[in-house]
């Protein structure tokens, strides 16, 4: 399985991007797939993630309200909506799938089984 990621940029803080990450195959009928982040010299970083099929959404607290996941599952693609963007949005964003889907580890990055290649998004203050 294959994840390609797109829309990181370099954008002004209050501005807006849109990230997209398409999964070449699915192996399972249920599935979270979820975007994560890394800042130079931390940790890589829940962000958001959304279940399939439930559709249920979940996020980092600290982008509650600013940023929006959601999904084409025709496609295999999710989104994410991210607005009023800080300048400690700044990081490498990845998506990942999980094929085998257990709702309490949803936020932890070990539980993905497949990534895309990161997207650089830089918030400039």
């Known amino acids: 399985v294959q994840l390609e990621a797109f829309g990181g940029g370099l954008v002004q803080t209050g501005g807006s991007l849109r990230l997209s990450c398409t999964a070449s195959r699915r192996t399972t009928s249920n599935y979270h797939m979820g975007w994560f982040r890394q800042a130079p010299g931390r940790e890589r970083e829940f962000v958001a993630a959304?279940?399939?099929?439930?559709?249920?959404?979940y996020y980092e607290d600290n982008v509650k309200g600013r940023f929006t996941i959601s999904s084409d599952n025709t496609k295999l693609t999710v989104y994410l909506q991210m607005n009023d963007l800080k300048p400690e949005d700044t990081a490498v964003y990845y998506c990942a799938v999980d094929f085998a889907p257990i709702l309490s580890s949803l936020r932890n990055a070990a539980s993905y089984d497949y990534w895309g290649q990161g997207t650089l998004v830089t918030v400039s203050s």
């Open positions: 959304i279940r399939w099929p439930s559709g249920g959404r």
